[in-house]
C-alpha cells in the first residue's frame, strides 16, 4: 500500500561528510541541514587519502557514503576505523525512504529521489530527476515517496566514445567541446559538428519523450536535473525546475539524517 507520511526534518548542529563512491570518481562535501558547507570535491579512487582525515577525526564528524563499488567503500571504512570515525554504508535493500523500489535500482538514483524531494520547501506534485551522468537516468516519485518508475540510456560522454571507437572514420570528439555550444544546430556541416549536436539532440529528446510520456499520467512534475554533465544540458534545455549538481550528496545526507530520525520515533 503506498505511504502517505512523510517525516519533516528538524534543524540540526550536525555536520556529514557525505561520499559518493561513483564508478571513476569519488564525490565528497560536508553538509549540515541540506547544504553546503565548503565545496564540492571530486577526486579519482586513489586519492582517498587526500581527504581532510584529521580534522574529521578532531570535529566527530559521520562519514556516511554510498556506491556499488565494495572495495572502495572498503578503503574508506578502513580509514575511518584507523581515525576511530563514525562510519555509514548506505544500503539500498534495508532502506524505505523511497518505496516500491526493485532490487535493482541504482542507490545513486535513490539518493536523487531523497535529495530532490527534500530540495522543495512543500512538494505538491511527482519529482522528476534527470542524472546526466555515465548513463543519463530518469527516476520519478511521488511526494511520499513511492517510487514510479524511471528509464535510463547512456551518458553523453560514453555516446561520444562508443561513436568514436568503432571504425567509422569518425572523428573523436572531446567533451570539454561542449563548453562551447551555445546554441543547437541540427544542420551541422562537419562530422564533428554532427556528432556534438547529435547527441545533444538526442538526450534533450530522450528527456522531452519521458516528461511528455509522464505527464499524460501525472500532473505539474518538478523536474530537477543532477550529474556531472548536467551544465551541458542546462543552459540548451530550459524546461526544468531546479538544477543542483550536489543533489545525490544532499540525499545521501537526507537518508541518514531520516535514518536517526526515524530510530527516534520508534
Known sequence: MA???????????????????GNTNLHWAFIKNGKLTGKY??????QIHSLP??????????????????????????ISKTYKINFISL????QNIIKNTYKTLGIDRICNLIGG?????????PLVVIDFGSATT?????KYGNFLGGIL???????FNAISSKPLSLPHVEIKHLKQI?????FSKTSYDAILNGVLIGQIGYINYFLNLFQKQHKNLKAVLTGGNAPLIAKLYKDYDLYDPSLTLKGIYYWYRLIHTSCKHN
Do not use: Y
Request: aromatic share 2%; net charge positive.
Open 3 to 21: 505511504q502517505k507520511k512523510k517525516i519533516k526534518l528538524k534543524s540540526s548542529k550536525t555536520i556529514v561528510l557525505a561520499i559518493d563512491v
Open 41 to 46: 570535491n571530486r577526486i579519482k579512487h586513489n
Open 53 to 78: 582525515w584529521q580534522r574529521i577525526e578532531s570535529n566527530n564528524t559521520p562519514v556516511v557514503a554510498m556506491g556499488a563499488l565494495r572495495h572502495i567503500q572498503s578503503k574508506i571504512k578502513s
Open 91 to 94: 544500503n539500498a535493500s534495508k
Open 117 to 125: 524531494l527534500h530540495s522543495f520547501s512543500s512538494l505538491k506534485s
Open 138 to 142: 530518469i527516476s520519478a516519485c511521488d
Open 153 to 159: 540510456r547512456a551518458g553523453i560522454e560514453t555516446e
Open 182 to 186: 551555445k546554441k543547437l544546430n541540427p
